[in-house]
């Protein structure tokens, strides 16, 4: 293999690269991955902390405000109409029942309609994460067309919300056969949820993580 001479230019060309080769080389090895990478990660994760520490900082100033909040949500959700008017379930369930005696009374014709059973439910499914207690009632109807009509719509349209389900409704066979017009079998659940007894929901404290409290502040146990 023939080797190749440099004159001097070349050669001082070639040693400069070489050297700057070997600095470059001995950067990375002797100081970026020793020094150098180790700081750049500290300085980013001393950013995350700041940033995090405003967060929480912003949080903790907040916190008077947000409970004035939930004080008056509070408060208008134990005046709400949209409750039944009593936190026993019993009781409760009585009204439950005695409304669905007036709905059908003051909706319908005298005779058209009428309460065959009505019973309480002492305990009604629910939904889970449902955040509120609910009182139901089974009611047994005899009505025409259009008293049912009159009756089912004044109860979901009515105050304090109510909520029909398990709707079954069937004209009685024999019943039938003797009288054409004989009124319809009618069977659902009437629920609706009970007021809440305390005005409003305890508030959470708002916290940093140990390391982030302001001066003066101890951490949370």
Known sequence: MKMVTLNPRES????VLLLLLALLLAYFVLLHWWFV???????GEMADLRDTHSRYAAAIAEKPALQQRL???GADQAASRAFLADDDPNTAAADLMQRVVDVVGN???PGSCQVSQ????PNPPVTPGEPYRKAAVSINLSCDMESLANVLHALEQGTPYVFID???IYRNPVAAQQNHAAPLEVQFTLSGYLRPSHASPAAAP???PAGLQQPGEGATP
Do not use: E, F, G
Not at 37 to 43: D, G, V
Not at 118 to 121: I, R, Y
């Open 12 to 15: 001082r060309i070639a040693a």
């Open 118 to 121: 009505k019973m309480p439910l």
């Open 71 to 73: 004080a008056a949500l």
């Open 206 to 208: 708002v916290t940093a």
């Open 107 to 109: 909706s319908t014709h």
């Open 166 to 168: 398990d709707l079954s």
């Open 37 to 43: 990478a180790p700081l750049r990660q500290i300085h």
